[in-house]
């Protein structure tokens, strides 16, 4: 077979195999730009369960004052959302039966949801006695921390 020939397979091949699949990451990181503000490549997502809820943060590598502005801004808006029971955000980046997620909407009464900014970025601190919204909590962190990959981490 010659060089031409080869060639001409090789690309008939290339074109004819399906494209592969996108990633749930992918997707989730695709999403993830319609709703967050700030750059994913220049900040990390951080969830830490914790025995009466836990903590969200969310940290600029860089410390670049524009993304820096640009987290708190977003996270300031969710705060508020989470405390209202509006979940819809996370909703829409990780799908409507996002582990936790409605009993964290139902519960929001019960879920003390307090937002604080930090020298690199900014925290969302969940606090309450519910051991069910507490296991809603851990679960839906879990979940975030799997579909935003070296995104987030726990």
């Not at 009466?52 to 959302?81: C, F, P, W, Y």
């Amino acid at each position: 077979m010659n060089l031409k020939m080869l060639a001409a397979v090789a690309l008939a091949i290339m074109f004819a195999s399906p494209a592969p699949a996108q990633t749930r990451q992918q997707t989730i990181r695709e999403r993830s730009a319609h709703v967050m503000p700030f750059s994913m490549d220049a900040a990390m997502h951080t969830f830490e369960p914790t025995n009466t809820g836990g903590v969200m943060t969310v940290i600029v590598h860089d410390g670049d004052a524009n993304q820096v502005a640009l987290v708190r801004t977003h996270l300031q808006k969710e705060a508020a959302s989470f405390a209202r029971g509006d979940y819809s955000d996370p909703a829409y980046i990780h799908g409507k039966s996002m582990p936790g997620l409605a009993v964290l909407s139902s519960g929001a009464k019960r879920i003390s949801v307090r937002y604080a900014e930090l020298p690199a970025g900014a925290t969302i601190s969940f606090l309450t006695a519910d051991r069910a919204l507490i296991t809603a909590l851990h679960r839906w962190f879990a979940a975030q921390v799997s579909d935003h990959g070296h995104d987030a981490m726990m």
